[in-house]
């Protein structure tokens, strides 16, 4: 049982016992690498504090939710064009690659056309110059309860985090309110088996939301939906059937035929029956489309869109990309902005002679592909021997158009230190590693809203950054020391 109060004058050792006793158990369903079993204890090092950010990081952090929201809008604008024959033809042909028929169709729905992700989170990593590099944006978010649940946790200890104690699920609830065009709104968060991962901190989240009194949200599996003619409804534990106003969809859509009553939940969104969000356009979750806002030849487009100060920020922060495309070119044409040895390179393969000092380079699947989320599928080109990077480019050229790869720049993140509590020993000890940062972003309507910030600092010889039994995870918060 943990403890309900915390002493003013507590040492870091308290704070970290603090943690540990009071952070919900199970926010995330982990196993146990020697047992083999399910655990529900906090599975990552717990910082002593919440991870320290100059106040001038938080307020360009906070900015960036306007531009990401905008960038959606734009993206959905010229896929729309493209595939009416009033854009080049690629851009849809890149982000429809690997996908049925089914999906493009759903896509392209009168009733989606407007909508974009309502919840945001781009994968910042902090880099030696102070700025910071967006390697990655996920529409489809894990971590919002295990975010709230840390801050809400962290607040009791006096520390005030980005967004607050309830940052988290009071911008949801405000983005669920303005979906459903209701304040209070029914919320069915439908989480599968796929994903059930996730569903301990969706919990925690739906009960928040509920005792914050903002929305009357609940977790459900999809053989709990109950579908009508006039409306959804969800069954809930205690035998209930809540008409529902919005359905929140943490399923991916390359899993949709694994999903029951998939077919009945998106025939009631097309119809207007109920809300979903995020929309089911999975020409919107592809990380090629880093590769098409630096495309050149499609730079006025964007410009268009977007107006000259958003796109220049973007590409500023987008890391360079281009799609693993092996279709041949003209003899006199290379691939933009790529050149290996110092010359221009017109075949992928020409990149395997790269020294590995010189393989600045991820390489990774776009989308569309149970391998394209949690770094599954993500290769460090400069961590590979000779052998294994050959693989991996010939392994990306051999998928190509059934699981399109991308190419990216690999950009380093600057090294940080931060004090974690050792239950081992019962002591504070200090890593050095590297930090990715995770912001929240909630739209609703025209506003986008900053609801917290997850820092994750692994060791500093790793080279991919996730929440891995030996990095250290906690809420961001303000401070003039901070990076």
């Given at each position: 049982m943990g403890s309900t109060s915390f002493a003013p004058n507590a040492t870091a050792a308290d704070r970290g016992r603090f943690l540990v006793e009071n952070l919900p158990?199970?926010?995330?369903?982990?196993?146990?690498?020697?047992?083999?079993?399910?655990q529900t204890t906090v599975a990552w090092r717990v910082a002593v504090e919440p991870f320290r950010l100059a106040p001038a990081t938080i307020e360009k952090i906070a900015s960036l939710g306007p531009p990401l929201a905008a960038f959606y809008r734009a993206l959905s604008a010229l896929y729309t064009r493209s595939t009416r024959g009033s854009a080049p033809g690629f851009i849809a042909e890149y982000l429809d690659a690997g996908k049925p028929e089914s999906i493009l169709k759903l896509a392209r729905q009168n009733r989606f056309k407007s909508d974009i992700p309502q919840v945001i989170r781009p994968d910042l990593i902090l880099t030696e110059d102070g700025g910071y590099i967006a390697s990655e944006l996920d529409s489809v978010p894990g971590g919002m309860g295990f975010v709230g649940a840390m801050a809400h946790t962290y607040g009791r200890m006096g520390f005030t985090t980005v967004g607050?104690?309830?940052?988290?699920?009071?911008?949801?609830?405000?983005?669920?309110?303005?979906t459903a065009q209701k304040p209070r709104p029914v919320v069915a968060i439908v989480v599968s088996d796929e994903s059930g991962d996730y569903r301990n901190e969706l919990r925690w989240l739906a009960q928040r939301m509920r005792d914050l009194d903002v929305a009357e949200a609940f977790v459900v599996m999809p053989h709990d939906i109950v579908f009508t003619e006039e409306a959804l409804f969800a069954r809930l534990e205690d035998g209930r059937e809540e008409k529902i106003d919005v359905l929140y969809r943490n399923f991916e859509l390359f899993d949709l035929l694994n999903i029951p009553k998939q077919e009945l939940m998106l025939y009631a969104a097309r119809h207007n029956r109920v809300k979903m969000t995020p929309p089911p356009k999975a020409q919107l979750e592809e990380k090629s489309t880093f590769a098409l806002l630096h495309h050149p030849a499609l730079a006025a487009l964007w410009k268009k869109e977007l107006g000259d100060e958003i796109f220049a920020r973007l590409l500023s922060i987008f890391p360079q990309t281009w799609?693993?495309?092996?279709?041949?070119?003209?003899?006199?044409?290379?691939?933009?902005?790529?050149?290996?040895?110092?010359?221009?390179?017109?075949?992928?393969?020409?990149?395997?002679?790269?020294?590995?000092?010189?393989?600045?380079?991820?390489?990774?699947?776009?989308?569309?592909?149970e391998l394209a989320w949690g770094s599954r599928g993500v290769r460090v080109a400069n961590d590979l021997t000779k052998e294994q990077w050959h693989d991996a480019l010939a392994n990306a050229v051999a998928m190509y158009p059934r699981t399109p790869h991308i190419l990216q720049r690999f950009h380093k993140g600057r090294r940080v230190s931060v004090d974690y509590y050792d239950r081992s020993s019962d002591t504070v000890k200090t890593m050095d590693g590297r930090v990715r940062l995770c912001p929240y972003y909630f739209v609703s309507g025209d506003e986008t809203r900053l609801g917290g910030i997850l820092a994750t600092v692994a060791p500093a010889d790793k080279r991919l950054i996730h929440g891995m039994s030996d990095a250290i995870m906690a809420p961001c918060a303000a401070h003039e020391a901070g990076a």
């Open positions: 158990s199970g926010l995330f369903r982990t196993v146990d690498a020697v047992a083999g079993e399910a607050e104690a309830d940052g988290m699920a009071s911008g949801f609830a405000a983005m669920l309110a303005a799609v693993i495309d092996p279709r041949p070119l003209p003899p006199q044409a290379a691939i933009i902005g790529l050149r290996a040895g110092g010359l221009p390179v017109s075949d992928w393969m020409a990149l395997e002679a790269l020294g590995k000092s010189e393989r600045d380079y991820v390489v990774k699947p776009s989308g569309f592909s």
